[in-house]
């Protein structure tokens, strides 16, 4: 069991900045990817950014550009620099993790609880 604690979401205006925070926690040591992902009302969660182990990154195209995502291994902890925030960013984002099944032929996805992230005037 992986477990998720998320810190540093809130309210921001406009063109300002935000960093998000994740600490895994319990059975990390086989974890391949950790990423961020956000959902709104009505919405499907989408993707937002995820990283690998080996530190490759992948990120939404309306994201590529304003968000970086880092990682620390050693410390099992996910980041998410979020800069040029716009009101489409508004959602709660979720701290993702995702280990292989025993045999590797499929794999499990822990998530975190959720923190608001809201940009408004």
């Known amino acids: 069991q992986v477990r998720l604690v998320e810190s540093g979401g809130g309210t921001v205006q406009p063109g300002g900045s935000l960093r998000l925070s994740c600490a895994a926690s319990?059975?990390?040591?086989?974890?391949?990817?950790m990423g961020w992902y956000r959902q709104g009302p009505g919405e499907q969660r989408e993707l937002v950014a995820t990283?690998?182990?080996?530190?490759?990154?992948n990120y939404a195209d309306s994201v590529k550009g304003r968000f970086t995502i880092s990682r620390d291994n050693a410390k099992n902890t996910v980041d998410l620099q979020m800069d040029s925030l716009n009101a489409e960013d508004t959602d709660v984002y979720y701290c993702?993790?995702?280990?292989?099944?025993?045999?590797?032929?499929?794999?499990?996805?822990?998530w975190g609880p959720g923190t608001q992230v809201t940009v408004s005037s």
């Open positions: 993702n993790a995702r280990s292989p099944s025993r045999t590797g032929a499929f794999y499990y996805d822990y």
């Open positions: 990283i690998t182990s080996s530190n490759s990154a």
């Open positions: 319990g059975s990390t040591r086989n974890i391949i990817s």
